[in-house]
């Protein structure tokens, strides 16, 4: 049963644009959520996370918004820069809980 | 760089063996956990131990077991390994996940089964 879903495998944007990276949960005792990066050869590395008492968090050039109506949240990356070429992965937990449950990622390539 | 050290960074070993992946964690963190990366899968959780203790268990495999040591480093074991246990095996810490702190990633251990 996959609790957190990323459906899109792959997105390419271009530099200086936007990139939108979407996640849809299932499990609605979730209540806090975080965005990972990862490069080749290294481990993913924490980027941003929301409670679920938020609709929005931003840090810099990221934003992550919160939709618990729909079970759904998105990272906005703008502007998009190379170095922001990675696979991100969404994950979630339930307060209390010992585990964050990953999405599939998405690999997300920006184009010059 | 994470903090979190793991060893060997490659391992490649034949069906019917047993390996063991080392991880030691962020100084100061007392937790520690495991997740597994299949090619194009998301990192699945196998367990957490936290200061020496299992605390949570997710989908490993009873051929896999682990543990935490006094000095806090862990130890992945793998036994019986099949064509499938290939994947890339990452190890986590944290302080106290009570507060749902977010985790620090080693780079992994490529395993290879042949």
């Known amino acids: 049963d996959q609790q957190v879903k990323q459906n899109s495998p792959s997105l390419s944007v271009q530099e200086g644009r936007i990139s939108i990276l979407n996640c849809d949960y299932t499990?609605?005792?979730?209540?806090?959520f975080l965005w990972y990066k990862k490069y080749p050869a290294e481990g993913p590395t924490f980027l941003i996370s929301i409670s679920s008492i938020k609709d929005k968090n931003e840090d810099g050039r990221f934003t992550v918004f919160l939709n618990k109506s729909a079970k759904h949240l998105s990272l906005h990356i703008v502007p998009s820069q190379p170095g922001d070429s990675a696979v991100y992965f969404c994950?979630?937990?339930?307060?209390?809980?010992?585990?964050?449950?990953f999405g599939q990622g998405t690999r997300l390539t920006i184009n010059p | 760089d994470s903090g979190v050290t793991q060893t060997p960074k490659h391992l490649i070993t034949a069906t019917g063996q047993r390996v063991t992946l080392r991880c030691s964690p962020r100084s100061g963190d007392l937790s520690v956990y495991w997740y597994q990366q299949s090619l194009d899968q998301g990192l699945q959780f196998l367990i957490q131990y936290y200061n020496g203790e299992e605390r949570a268990k997710g989908n490993i495999l009873e051929r896999f077991s682990a543990q935490q040591f006094p000095d806090l480093h862990s130890e992945l074991n793998l036994s019986s390994l099949e064509l499938g246990d290939s994947a890339l095996y990452f190890c986590?810490?944290?302080?106290?996940?009570?507060?749902?702190?977010?985790?620090?990633f080693g780079s992994g251990t490529q395993l290879s089964v042949l």
């Open positions: 499990n609605s005792m979730f209540d806090y």
């Open positions: 986590a810490s944290s302080g106290d996940f009570s507060t749902n702190e977010k985790l620090f």
């Open positions: 994950a979630a937990s339930v307060r209390g809980a010992q585990k964050l449950v």
